[in-house]
């Protein structure tokens, strides 16, 4: 394991990312309605509850990734894992080394990011 990203790992990194993202704000437009739809809270007790989840929600991988260079893929994986966008699994058709290398970092450091 060098740590450099293979072509093919990168390519398909791109690819796959938008739809990641697109299942992330899915999930989590689902989240909204929830919020939006309970009964027996004021109206602006669930306006500032989302307001405060959407200002949260944007700024995570899954919906936005920043500074997308190949040097930090790897970086924005493991944000995405952290985030439960992705599985260990979404990454199958993946190179080994680079399955074996998060596999050794969510064996490690968990998806929370805490040494186990």
């Known amino acids: 394991m060098n740590g450099e990203i293979n072509e093919k790992d990168w390519k398909l ?3 796959k ?3 990641w993202q ?3 704000m899915n999930r989590l437009n689902k989240e909204y309605i929830e919020i ?3 009964e027996g809270k004021n109206p602006s007790d669930i306006f500032w509850e ?4 959407i200002k949260r929600d944007k700024k995570l991988t899954g919906v936005i990734a920043r500074d997308m260079r190949r040097s930090n893929m ?3 994986l493991i944000d995405l894992l952290r985030e439960d966008v992705i599985t260990l699994e979404d990454l199958s058709d993946f190179s080994e080394e680079l ?3 998060l596999r050794w970092f969510v064996k490690t450091w968990g998806n929370d990011g805490t040494q186990i």
């Open 13 to 15: 990194f791109r690819k």
């Open 17 to 19: 990312l938008s739809v």
């Open 22 to 24: 697109e299942d992330c």
């Open 36 to 38: 939006l739809s309970q």
């Open 50 to 53: 989302l307001e405060g989840r």
């Open 74 to 76: 790897y970086e924005l």
């Open 99 to 101: 399955q074996e290398r």
